[in-house]
């Protein structure tokens, strides 16, 4: 990828229990998900405290995100977890991964 490429990212959030997720696509991760932990995001996520990136991944074009985003929010719960766990088994929360390194 074009360093002066933007990239673009889908992700799941989850909450402290690991019990709600939630699905988004962004252009920023890091600035997206401190959005979330921040409570800088109305919605769903503010509302219920869902603000733990336990998966994400690259897309190639904000189209591919956004299509990769409706595809996963279409899967089932389990399919979900599955997915999530296949990437992280420990359902961690990646964000400070994601900013330092």
Same mark, same amino acid.
């Given at each position: ?5 933007? $990239? &673009?990212?889908?992700?799941?959030? @989850? ?6 997720? &939630?699905?988004? #696509? ?8 401190? $959005? ?7 919605? #769903? ?12 991944? +690259?897309?190639? @074009? ?8 409706? $595809?996963?929010?279409?899967? +089932?719960? $389990? ?5 999530? @766990? ?11 991964? +994601?900013? @330092?390194?």
């Amino acid at each position: 990828m074009n360093i002066n490429e933007a $990239q &673009y990212y889908v992700y799941v959030v @989850s909450n402290k229990s690991r019990t709600l997720l &939630y699905t988004g #696509f962004t252009g920023d991760l890091a600035g997206r998900i401190y $959005q979330h932990k921040n409570k800088l995001a109305d919605g #769903f996520t503010n509302k219920y405290n869902v603000n733990a990136l336990v998966y994400y991944e +690259l897309c190639e @074009s904000r189209d591919a995100a956004i299509w990769r985003e409706k $595809q996963i929010k279409g899967f +089932l719960r $389990q399919k979900k977890v599955d997915l999530v @766990s296949g990437q992280n088994p420990e359902w961690r929360d990646l964000y400070d991964e +994601l900013v @330092s390194g």
